[in-house]
Structure formats: C-alpha cells, structure tokens
Nanobody, 120 residues
C-alpha cells in the first residue's frame, strides 16, 4: 500500500519561507517522478514543481526562482523549499508520485495535503 505523508505547512508572513517534506512508503520511490501540486479555494489543483527519477526538475512559472524541489532517494523523501512567499501562494499543497510501469500503465499517488497560508 502506497502512502505519502506530508509535513511542514503552516502560517507565514509574506516574504517568509517554509519547507514542505513528503515521505513515501510502499513503493520504489527512486523510480518515480515526484512532485508538488497545490489547490487554492475555488480553484483547480495546479502543478507547482516536479522532479524526475534522474533528478531533472520542472517548475510552474509562478514559482520559478522562489521554490526549489529536491529528493532524497535513500530516505524516500521529496522536499519543497519555498522562499519569498506571497499571499497568492496560499493553498493546500499535495505531494504526488507518478508511477509509470514498463508496460505503460500510469498511476498517480497523492498525499493528504498540508495547508500553507501566507499573510500580507
């Protein structure tokens, strides 16, 4: 059974920093793309950043230069360092693992979400 457990959310003032962490279990973490999504009230869930198994990364334009995603395959963790936070970063942040099998089956796994609130 795959489990993703997030931690590190909270309340921070604009301009501040937070670090989110996600620990995976029940899956061969190093083989899968890992990422973070977020969903603000009344909006659709959107991609924030992901990191491939080989370590290359991709970011939403809105967070480029402010957020950094990293992974530790030995610890089965994916982290999101968030700097220069803005009120518009307020959302529930979800950890994601994208598993693609050798025969092409794709499965998304999600964490339970962690709230990030940025006050102005």
């Amino acid at each position: 059974q795959v489990q993703l457990v997030e931690s590190g959310g909270g309340l921070v003032q604009a301009g501040g920093s937070l670090r989110l962490s996600c620990t995976a279990s029940g899956i061969t973490f190093r083989l899968n793309r890992a990422g973070w999504y977020r969903q603000a009230p009344g909006k659709q869930r959107e991609l924030v950043a992901f990191i491939r198994s080989i370590g290359s990364t991709n970011y939403a334009d809105s967070v480029k230069g402010r957020f950094t995603i990293s992974r530790d395959n030995a610890k089965n963790t994916v982290d999101l360092q968030m700097n220069s936070l803005k009120p518009e970063d307020t959302a529930v942040y979800y950890c994601n693992l994208l598993q693609t099998t050798s025969w092409g089956q794709v499965t998304d796994y999600w964490g339970q979400g962690t709230q990030v609130t940025v006050s102005s």
